[in-house]
């Protein structure tokens, strides 16, 4: 990660329409951006299904996976960050780049879920380390009506935290450790006639 000065830092979007981009974010505590190494895996795990995609990137921080889910041809990205400098320059970088298919909310993550849902087919979760979000989260998802029938969901934490039991109908799908960093896909798959019913 390349700083410039103290107050801000850069991501490189690796692939797709903004190939190459290079956009700063704010020095913020916790705002730790998914290593290239990480997304570049995560992103050729999705390559089959993120054209045309609904995405929601949770805890988006710097920004390091909506916009490059946005750059590699997503239909729509929704970016939920609750620091309000993270998303100003979350907002000035799409800006920037021009990216019509994308919207910023300043929010805190569970209290958003809170709200009535539009479903979603790719849910990118990267939370600050050591808070305990993950299974609240995923929990809400699950309840919610965010995830789309199939859906596919990417979990970001630090290597030592316990498994946990995943919300039914979801099974790992890939999964891999890059340092301190454990990375895993999650399938989502309910069929039509069992989601009429639940709803």
Same mark, same amino acid.
């Given at each position: 990660?390349?700083?410039?000065?103290?107050? !801000?830092?850069?991501?490189?979007?690796?692939? %797709?329409?903004?190939?190459?981009?290079?956009?700063?974010?704010?020095?913020?505590?916790?705002?730790?951006?998914?290593?290239?190494?990480?997304?570049?895996?995560?992103?050729?795990?999705?390559?089959?299904?993120?054209?045309? !995609?609904?995405?929601?990137?949770?805890?988006?921080?710097? %920004?390091?996976?909506?916009?490059? *889910?946005?750059?590699?041809? #997503?239909?729509?990205?929704?970016?939920? /960050?609750?620091?309000?400098?993270?998303?100003? $320059?979350?907002?000035?970088?799409?800006?920037?780049?021009?990216?019509?298919?994308?919207?910023?909310?300043?929010?805190?993550?569970?209290?958003?879920?809170?709200?009535? $849902?539009?479903?979603? /087919?790719?849910?990118?979760?990267?939370?600050?380390?050591?808070?305990?979000?993950?299974?609240?989260?995923? *929990?809400?998802? /699950?309840?919610?009506?965010?995830? !789309?029938?199939?859906?596919?969901?990417?979990?970001?934490?630090?290597?030592?935290?316990?498994?946990?039991?995943?919300? *039914?109908?979801?099974?790992?799908?890939?999964?891999?450790?890059?340092? $301190?960093?454990?990375?895993?896909? #999650?399938?989502?798959?309910?069929? !039509?006639?069992?989601?009429?019913?639940?709803?």
């Amino acid at each position: 990660m390349n700083r410039r000065g103290s107050h !801000a830092n850069q991501l490189r979007i690796i692939a %797709g329409q903004w190939r190459g981009r290079r956009l700063e974010f704010p020095d913020l505590p916790g705002l730790r951006p998914t290593p290239d190494r990480v997304r570049e895996t995560l992103f050729n795990w999705l390559a089959p299904v993120l054209p045309g !995609a609904r995405c929601l990137d949770l805890f988006a921080g710097s %920004g390091a996976l909506g916009i490059e *889910a946005l750059s590699r041809d #997503a239909a729509e990205v929704v970016l939920v /960050e609750r620091q309000p400098q993270a998303v100003r $320059a979350l907002r000035e970088n799409l800006a920037r780049l021009n990216a019509a298919n994308a919207r910023v909310e300043m929010a805190d993550a569970l209290a958003w879920l809170r709200q009535p $849902a539009t479903p979603f /087919e790719i849910v990118l979760l990267d939370p600050p380390f050591g808070q305990g979000l993950l299974k609240p989260v995923c *929990a809400a998802l /699950e309840t919610g009506g965010w995830l !789309a029938n199939t859906a596919w969901i990417y979990l970001e934490a630090e290597t030592e935290l316990e498994r946990w039991p995943l919300p *039914a109908h979801w099974t790992i799908h890939r999964e891999k450790i890059a340092g $301190a960093v454990a990375y895993r896909l #999650a399938r989502r798959e309910v069929s !039509a006639l069992a989601s009429q019913r639940s709803s």
